[in-house]
């Protein structure tokens, strides 16, 4: 079992910024990537930026690349996602996700993020 703790999020304008942090506990050890993944209102989820847990290998998708920044803290079971330059189409509920080696995920309960200004 692993448990997801989301924490930040809230309310950005227009090329503000806001991070997010998750913090795992539990089956750390069989952790082998976390991510984020969000849902806007009327959309599926859609996975915005993962890493390894091990090697640090990140993924963005292309909406996010060059704005979002994802990185671990190993010693903490910490990930986090900062977002700069926030447009409206970030809004949605950001979900964090941890992946164990033998493929089965885990979610946290989500966290929403608003760009308005």
């Known amino acids: 079992q692993v448990q997801l703790v989301e924490s930040g999020g809230g309310l950005a304008q227009p090329g503000g910024s806001l991070g997010l942090s998750c913090a795992a506990s539990?089956?750390?050890?069989?952790?082998?990537?976390m991510g984020w993944y969000r849902q806007a209102p009327g959309k599926e989820r859609e996975v915005v930026a993962t890493i390894t847990w091990s090697g640090g290998t990140t993924y963005y998708v292309d909406s996010v690349k060059g704005r979002f920044t994802i990185s671990r803290d190993n010693a903490k079971n910490t990930v986090y996602l900062q977002m700069n330059s926030l447009k409206p189409e970030d809004t949605a509920v950001y979900y964090c996700?941890?992946?164990?080696?033998?493929?089965?995920?885990?979610w946290g309960k989500g966290t929403l993020v608003t760009v308005s200004s």
């Open positions: 539990g089956i750390i050890f069989g952790i082998s990537s």
């Open positions: 996700n941890a992946r164990l080696v033998t493929a089965r995920e885990y």
